[in-house]
């Protein structure tokens, strides 16, 4: 129940295309859906999130779409960049009564954007 | 601000081993978080610390354990190393808010690369 799926494990996109990345989830506690973004030899960084009382959010290129009855949520990368290839890792947060919380990740996806 | 510094950056183990990798959160934050990362596994979460008691903990046996400084920095050690052990183990903090410390955003560091011989 704590498990967040993430599809597809890699992705490759050509320059100025749409990249799209799914999650999904079963349990209905997450309160908090955040995107990390990670580059080689850095960690993970926050890149945009959204609380499922919203159905989309935009930053930018970057939007997330979430679809709190079909307990899923997308990223998706408009115009993508050679800048944009990196590993993402969707979450959810789970706060099981307290204020904090702890993240559960997706396996993450491994985005190439082709010049 | 500097960020989170992790420390060593790499680490070469034999099996049988114990090692002792050390953290240090960024300037304020009293929450820090350990995650083990592997390719086909993602982000796997440990523990987590607040105020020098650990106050989350993920589904890992007894041989990983952790610790919380006055200071908040922390250290997290893995005893009898096996060869699954190997993977890039990330250390994020998280800030401390009026209402409470919350794990919606975590600064991580750049990790440790453990390798298990």
């Known amino acids: 129940q704590q498990q967040v799926k993430q599809s597809p494990q890699s992705l490759i996109v050509q320059k100025g295309g749409i990249s799209i990345i799914n999650c999904a989830y079963e349990?209905?506690?997450?309160?908090?859906f955040p995107w990390y973004q990670q580059f080689p030899g850095k960690g993970p960084a926050l890149l945009i999130a959204?609380?499922?009382?919203?159905s989309e959010k935009k930053e930018g290129r970057f939007t997330i779409s979430f679809n709190k009855s079909a307990k899923q949520f997308s990223l998706h990368i408009m115009d993508s960049q050679p800048g944009d290839s990196a590993t993402y890792f969707c979450a959810a947060l789970w706060r099981g009564g307290t204020s904090y919380g702890k993240l559960t990740f997706g396996q993450g996806t491994i985005l190439t954007v082709h010049p | 601000k500097a960020g989170v510094t992790q420390t060593p950056r790499y680490l070469i183990k034999t099996r049988g081993q114990q090692v002792t990798l050390s953290c240090s959160p960024i300037s304020g934050h009293r929450s820090v978080s350990w995650y083990q990362q592997t390719p086909g596994q993602g982000l796997q979460f440990l523990f987590e610390y607040f105020s020098e008691t650990q106050r989350n903990k993920g589904n890992f046996p007894g041989r990983f354990s952790g610790r919380q400084f006055s200071n908040s920095r922390s250290e997290m050690n893995v005893s009898t190393l096996e060869l699954g052990d190997s993977a890039l183990y990330l250390c994020?903090?998280?800030?401390?808010?009026?209402?409470?410390?919350?794990?919606?955003?975590?600064?991580f560091g750049s990790g440790t690369q453990l390798s298990v011989l």
């Open positions: 994020a903090s998280s800030p401390h808010r009026d209402r409470g410390t919350t794990n919606e955003k975590l600064f």
């Open positions: 349990n209905t506690a997450f309160d908090y």
């Open positions: 959204i609380r499922p009382d919203v």
